[in-house]
DNA sequence: GCGAACTGGGTACAGTGTTCGCAATATCCG
DNA sequence: CGGATATTGCGAACACTGTACCCAGTTCGC
């Protein structure tokens, strides 16, 4: 019986009633790899990883999954829990707001998330209760499915695509096992050539200036000011 | 001479004057990269099948490139060089439009690419030149550079994170070894249970009405539809 | 001509996901 | 109670991966 045709990972029971007892559950999968992802990257979570966090065999992974890919919907839809208890403004606007924030706290605060969410759709149990959850803000008013779907879509599409540029670097020094300091240094090195070329005066102007303090809340302002773009876009296009 | 003390890709000279001529280039790395990542995926460029491509042996790319990284960024920097000789209409709505466009039909061609550019920033002469151009739509209305950032970051993440998510399920496809139909039809599976569950009637909802003809340009459309949202949020915040 | 710089490439190593086979164990059914 | 049957744990093996190290061969600057 190859993996192929069993059913897929969410219409399949956890585990049997014949055997024996399982030693561990597809909720410790997750969070086991999890913890990994957090602390030492994505690449970093291998099925030997994962079951060395366990302490069983590698192989046993198998029984609670059939594709390495199922552990990473596991992790995912488990991420998303996190979000349960949610309850969301009665304004749209506000709604929307609070979503496009939790989805990218929760992005900051597993940076390999988004890399998985981007990716086809979760359907777990946690992720279709947070996608009926975003739907809810356009219950009053009254929208097609194709306008309420290009809402949703432009505010997710926004968020997604932001979390995912505005941790490259962090996730880019991680990767290069350099610290954020030594890998900005590396990357300061192309500012002369840039700046010293000639060819790009915009881009130099932005150089500069982008020198300036706060740079530590730049992120943050930087989100809140393509919310609120998004969001009056939205506004702009309601019937 | 450890790889590390190296200067970074772009502000090392591409081979020596001191020696035998290199068999061959940058250029045609990135090409084999490239050919090799459209037909079978991001995760069949290996050295070893690049190496193939070119007719040479493994560990001789290590003598164009110091990690197999910087291979990537010469991919992506080449693939942002079709984009060479594109003009911008004046008016600076006309322009982010045809840089969303744009963007997306090369994300399109290249369904590997945005995985690549949502990362860390590349600093290849082709992604500069992109850069500066991107820019130059603001020339006309005066914005600080904290304004202009965020407009362009806006426009830029809604456009990444569409097209993201838009190739998700063929890429998933594909990964899979299944035809597209074949996956639809797993993914299809999880209907039924959402449906007759009861628990997301407006996820519901949105999956029947989804149903409906038109799936093919329904992306161009939600793109499209997006486009405009961004496009009437960042009007709306202009100075 | 000679040393320094450079290129090509084979070998080796530690890692990856997954298949197969087998022993141990728990439940169901007669 | 006694098998038959389903299920679990897991070691061995396979075909991959990126790349450090080494050495021979080639070409340029002096």
Chains 1, 2 share one sequence.
Do not use: C
């Not at 946690?126 to 809402?151: K, V």
């Not at 432009?154 to 096992?177: K, N, P, W, Y």
């Not at 302002?221 to 506004?235: M, S």
């Amino acid at each position: 019986m190859p993996a192929n045709d069993r059913p897929p990972l969410w219409l399949r029971p956890e585990h049997g009633t014949r055997g024996p007892k399982p030693a561990h559950t597809r909720h410790a999968v997750a969070v086991a790899g999890i913890k990994i992802a957090d602390t030492e990257g994505l690449d970093a979570v291998s099925m030997r990883r994962i079951a060395a966090e366990l302490g069983t065999g590698t192989t046993s992974l198998y029984r609670y999954v059939s594709k390495k890919d199922e552990i990473l919907q596991l992790m995912g839809d488990e991420v998303v829990g996190e979000l349960r208890g949610t309850v969301l403004p009665a304004d749209w606007r506000d709604a929307l707001r609070t979503i496009a924030r939790l989805m990218r706290e929760t992005a900051l605060r597993h940076p390999w998330f988004p890399a998985l969410a981007s990716g086809r759709p979760n359907h777990g149990p946690n992720s279709l209760w947070w996608t009926e959850l975003t739907l809810s803000p356009f219950d009053g008013l009254d929208l097609g499915t194709d306008e309420l779907l290009a809402n949703l879509g432009t505010l997710s599409s926004f968020v997604l695509g932001h979390v995912q540029s505005e941790m490259a670097d962090q996730e880019a020094a991680r990767l290069s096992g350099l610290s954020h300091e030594q890998w900005m240094d590396r990357e300061g090195e192309y500012g002369p050539m840039i700046m010293g070329s000639g060819r790009y005066p915009r881009l130099t102007r932005v150089m500069v200036e982008a020198e300036t303090p706060h740079a530590a809340d730049r992120r943050d302002r930087w989100f809140e000011a393509g919310l609120e773009r998004v969001l009056a876009g939205i506004a702009a296009h309601l019937p």
